[in-house]
């Protein structure tokens, strides 16, 4: 076996992406010689990931499951399916929060640190398995030297081309490798190559395929005043009459909106093909006719027309909503479209909120 004289146990750099970018980052809190983490695709808190809004994502967790269990792909941990059973039957969360606990960075950022690696981070805006508002979260709780991309895509989609070999020129793979390579010169090799003084967060915005232009920030969460919140305003509605988002403090009495549990709507909002979809979805919009929606079901609010050109980067939250139920378990699903005059929507973003 031949000898390696030069290298250097001081330092040492993991990375992986997915479940490899998971295990990276927990060597990293182990072992106080990896001076380099990557991170891509990334699961930074298992239990959130996975019971993201207190919901189960079935098809993404599933997947991930089942993948544990395929030869040649993984091995099953010990009671992994017996926790994904519990987040789907949501029976003793406190087993299950402390189990993915100390499976997850968030859960050792005690010892990352005090082992003080410099980490470069990506993530994909679709990512239904491992979430970017939860990436960005704990992103944002690193007192490290850090790094993070936010591309256009789902799951290991933007890492997946360099993983082949392949270099498509200013895609966000081209990126994602070219800044994981620069990351490990300047913090291995001590190469002063700007990569650590650059913002550090970019966010790949979407329209222009897989080379859509990066905006980037100083620091994440964005200063006060690059925020914008809409209001929900106007009652009463029908289906022809939606009510509206008003960036200003409304006057008037607001009514309170009522909408029914059913399936009628399932096939005018819908979140696409599993995968594809999420994957394709610059290219080939998921849509919705929003003045088809049966408003028995859903409730829709409409802004006025942004100016031209609006960038929208980040995460949507909902806050300030307040729901009285008729049952003691419920869901809601929300989504946010890119609307024409005809209100034709091309879809930006969901997410859903389970209450049990």
């Not at 209001?231 to 009459?241: A, G, I, Y």
Request: proline residues 4%.
């Amino acid at each position: 076996m031949e000898k390696f004289h030069h290298a250097d146990p001081r330092s040492i750099a993991v990375g992986g992406i997915s479940y490899g970018s998971l295990i990276s980052q927990l060597a990293a809190a182990a072992d106080s010689r990896i001076r380099v983490v990557l991170a891509l695709s990334g699961c930074s808190n298992l239990f959130d990931e996975l019971y993201w809004q207190r919901s189960i994502t079935n098809e993404w967790g599933s997947l991930l499951v089942q993948a544990a269990k395929a030869p040649g792909v993984g091995r099953e941990g010990a009671n992994l399916s017996k926790m994904y059973d519990r987040l789907k039957e949501h029976k003793e969360m406190d087993i299950v929060a402390s189990w993915c606990s100390s499976r997850s960075m968030e859960g050792v950022l005690e010892q990352i640190h005090a082992n003080n690696p410099a980490i470069y981070m990506s993530h994909q805006h679709q990512d239904n398995l491992f979430h970017s508002d939860v990436e960005l979260r704990v992103w944002h709780k690193l007192q490290v030297p850090k790094k993070l991309d936010l591309n256009q895509g789902t799951h290991a989609s933007a890492e997946l081309l360099g993983l082949l070999g392949i270099s498509e020129p200013h895609s966000a793979s081209n990126r994602v490798w070219s800044n994981a390579f620069r990351w490990l010169e300047r913090w291995l090799k001590g190469v002063q190559n700007g990569v650590d003084l650059e913002d550090a967060v970019h966010m790949q915005l979407g329209g222009d395929g897989v080379r859509s232009s990066y905006v980037g920030f100083a620091s994440w969460p964005p200063p006060p005043g690059s925020l914008t919140m809409f209001m929900l305003f106007m009652h009463p509605r029908s289906s022809r009459n939606f009510g509206v988002l008003v960036q200003n403090s409304a006057s008037g009495e607001l009514e309170v909106d009522k909408i029914s549990y059913g399936t009628t709507d399932e096939q005018t909002m819908s979140t696409g093909l599993f995968f594809l979809s999420d994957l394709l979805k610059v290219l080939v919009p998921i849509t919705a006719q929003l003045n088809n929606a049966d408003d028995r079901y859903s409730v829709i609010y409409k802004s006025s027309r942004l100016p031209l050109p609006s960038l929208l980067c980040g995460v949507p939250k909902v806050t300030g909503l307040t729901v009285l139920p008729s049952t003691q378990r419920f869901q809601l699903v929300l989504y946010i479209y890119d609307v024409d005059r005809n209100d034709l929507g091309k879809l930006i973003a969901h997410g859903t909120r389970a209450v049990w």
